[in-house]
């Protein structure tokens, strides 16, 4: 993104770094809860339910061309087992960190007349607004990266029974006999001759006796 949206100083994901000023090497250091936004994590997979806590440890300090945030989030992710399908929940830890440019600056910390005249450079970039950053999109892509693509019960978890659908850690024991399907056509092949025999037998007894009834 080029530019943040409008920053609100009320959104609990926005810091003011005001009291560090533009002095390379100032340094604060904040705690911070705040609720989790929608869709906080992988949608449909896992994630951090919306409005619960999200603690955050911050570490703002002043460069040159900006503002070097660097930070962990802690939370508690729910999600479903991809295995059996259970419900799941996790301890999430995120680390990250990112550098929000003051927009009259360029890499080098060095005064631009036009800022955003690139616009490809500036499309990755997040930048410092009257003093305010916004850390919820950098906070999303953290908690993806943290979040298990496919995450699970447990590491040994045996799943769902393919035939059935029963969940195998309740059942360590459950099985279905198996029949293989080379002798299941055998043995149906062996019951159809069977069932043309019993005709062709019950089909000869009164040809013999109209024979019989036609000599009398």
């Not at 570490?59 to 419900?87: D, F, H, I, K, N």
């Not at 990266?145 to 978890?157: R, S």
């Not at 000869?204 to 009834?213: F, G, N, R, V």
Request: glycine residues 10%; negative net charge; proline residues 7%.
């Amino acid at each position: 993104m080029a530019h943040n949206a409008r920053l609100d100083h009320r959104d609990p994901f926005v810091f003011d770094t005001h009291e560090l000023g533009r002095r390379p090497g100032a340094l604060q250091r904040l705690t911070r809860t705040v609720p989790a936004p929608r869709d906080f994590g992988i949608k449909g997979v896992i994630g951090v339910p919306e409005g619960t806590p999200v603690e955050l440890e911050l570490r703002l300090e002043s460069v040159m061309e900006g503002v070097l945030v660097t930070g962990t989030a802690r939370a508690q992710a729910e999600g479903e087992c991809v295995r059996c399908l259970e419900p799941l929940g996790l301890e999430l830890e995120a680390d990250f960190q990112e550098m929000f440019s003051y927009p009259d600056a360029d890499d080098r910390g060095r005064v631009i007349a036009e800022p955003g005249d690139d616009a490809e450079d500036d499309e990755d970039r997040l930048f410092v607004e009257d003093g305010l950053i916004g850390l919820e999109p950098v906070l999303r892509d953290a908690v993806v990266l943290a979040l298990p693509m496919q995450p699970v019960c447990q590491e040994d978890c045996p799943g769902l029974c393919s035939e059935c659908g029963a969940r195998l850690a309740d059942d360590p024991d459950h099985h279905h006999d198996a029949v293989d399907i080379r002798w299941a056509a055998l043995q149906g092949l062996a019951g159809t001759m069977s069932d043309g025999e019993k005709d062709e037998t019950g089909g000869a007894l009164p040809s013999a006796h109209a024979d019989e009834k036609q000599e009398k």
